[in-house]
Every structure is written in structure tokens, then in C-alpha cells.
């Protein structure tokens, strides 16, 4: 039986994938969590085989929670199943070690074949956004994306250097690169783009 623990935040779309996962005879769905923090609890106690997981979720992302899993050399597989069609969503996923990436309107026999795929050590991306993933890299650094996506918040260029202890200086440095490379012509335009992407 492949083990599989299930992460999504909206109740509905949690008991559709758990239902549509237990129809199949050599799948067995061990846990089901709400946000990624509960998920990491439940992966120590039920040391699930794939952990399908919802990219926006309260607290921890499943971006986040496949980023933990790896640090941890937590042998479970991840799948992003999320409404995302981005390349810039499925470019991260993969840098953060996920095995796959399914869109929620998927049909439904792809579901099953992406868990089977995984848990087999081979990657499940949907194949239509596979085409075109790698159209439009993404040009930020991960700290550029950091300093972005909190000044995007709301925080001055103070609040930002306070929060990743860098130096103001430095901030604007990194707040200048990316607007360069998104070809904004501010921080917000900068923040809009690199959301709309994905990127962010």
C-alpha cells in the first residue's frame, strides 16, 4: 500500500481528494491536515510515502513544508496539487524538492497516477504547464524575493532591514535589483509583477 498524507485547508476539496485516493485498491490516505505545520506533526507520526499538499495554505505553504521535509531528509515524496497554473508556482516547487505538481481540475485518474509515479521515484507534472515552464525563468534571488515580498507587505525599507537583519542600505540595494529585473517602475509594480507569476 503507498501511504499518503493529505494537506489542504479548505475542508471540501480535503474529503474530495480523500475519497477520490481511497477508491483505489493500492492506496491508503493514513492523514489529512489542514495547514503545513500540522502536516510536518503528522508526517513524524504516520511516516506517510507521498504527502500531497495545497501551495497556499494558513501558516505554513506547501512550498514551505516540502522545503522542511528536505532539510529534515524526510523520505516522503510531495505533490503540490493547487489551482496555480504558473510557472513561476511550479518552478519553486521544484527547487523546494517537490516530485510533482498537478493543477485541482486535473481529471481525476491523474491524481491517482501522479501518487503512483512519485512514490515509484519519478516525477508527476501536469503537462500542460510542464510545456511552458521553463518559457520565463524566474530572474529574482531568493533574497530579492524576501526583501520584495515584505516591503509588498507594507514595510518601510527600515522594517524589512529589521527583519532580515541586513543594513538599509542593502535593502534598497536588493529592492533596486529586482525592480531592474522586472522592469517595474517601483517596489509595488515590482511585487505585482513577480506575484502574477509566480515568482513571489
Known sequence: MIRVLLAEDQSMVLGALAALLELEPDIEVVARARDGSEALRL???????????????????????????????????????????????LQRALAAGAAGYLLKDSPAERLADAVRRVHAGLRAIDPELAMTAWDELDPLTERERQVLRLAAEGLSTAGVAAELHLSEGTVRNYLSEAIGKLGAANRVEAARIARGKGWL
Open 43 to 89: 508526517v513524524e507520526e504516520t511516516s506517510p510515502d507521498v504527502v500531497l499538499t495545497d501551495i497556499e495554505m494558513p501558516g505554513m505553504g506547501g512550498l514551505d513544508l516540502a522545503l522542511e521535509l528536505r532539510r529534515r531528509n524526510h523520505p516522503a515524496r510531495v505533490v503540490i496539487v493547487t489551482t496555480f497554473a504558473r510557472s513561476g508556482f
